[in-house]
């Protein structure tokens, strides 16, 4: 994962055309989710547990 790098995931304010991208906080390094329409729509989210997992190569457990 890289910033820059789309999700599947849509932003909840914009709609389903603006799909999240992943944005990297310049202080801290730390990895979230951002809408692409920054700095018009300011929404960010956590990224998701198994969406670090799977970058870390992981994969998914059978049964889940």
Known sequence: MKPG???AKACP???PASRLVIRENR???NQFLGCPHWPDCN???PIPEEIR????GASK???F
Do not use: F, K, N
Not at 53 to 56: D, E, H, N, S
């Open 13 to 15: 304010l914009c709609g």
């Open 5 to 7: 790098d789309q999700v």
């Open 43 to 45: 929404y960010t989210e």
């Open 53 to 56: 997992m799977i970058a870390a």
């Open 27 to 29: 202080e801290t390094g």
């Open 61 to 63: 457990l059978p049964g």
